[in-house]
């Protein structure tokens, strides 16, 4: 079992900035990947940004330098950096925990950007 909380989400006017976390406990060291996704209103999840164990990453184009993903392996955390938002990041953001066999979500933070 992995337990994922977020943290960070709030509302922010477009231009701003806000760095999200995701505290992972429970049995990680089996974890391959985490990512954060998002989904807005109306619209399906969308993968925003992954690291992998040995630290590669990926971007959804949308974020492309706006956001970064980042690890903490001492504090078991993870974090996105958001950068210049926009009114289109508003969303829920949700951590995600892959391992072989399948993976855990949090509860997912809202972001709201106003514009």
């Known amino acids: 079992q992995v337990q994922l909380v977020e943290s960070g989400g709030g509302l922010v006017q477009a231009g701003g900035s806000l760095r999200l976390s995701c505290a992972a406990s429970g049995s990680i060291r089996s974890i391959t990947a985490m990512g954060w996704y998002r989904r807005a209103p109306g619209k399906q999840r969308e993968l925003v940004a992954r690291?992998?164990?040995?630290?590669?990453?990926n971007y959804a184009d949308s974020v492309k330098g706006r956001f970064a993903i980042s690890r903490d392996n001492a504090k078991n955390t993870m974090y996105l950096q958001m950068n210049s938002l926009k009114p289109e990041d508003t969303a829920v953001y949700y951590c995600?925990?892959?391992?072989?066999?399948?993976?855990?979500w949090g509860q997912g933070t809202q972001v709201t950007v106003s514009s």
């Open positions: 995600n925990a892959e391992f072989a066999l399948g993976r855990y």
């Open positions: 690291i992998t164990s040995a630290g590669t990453t």
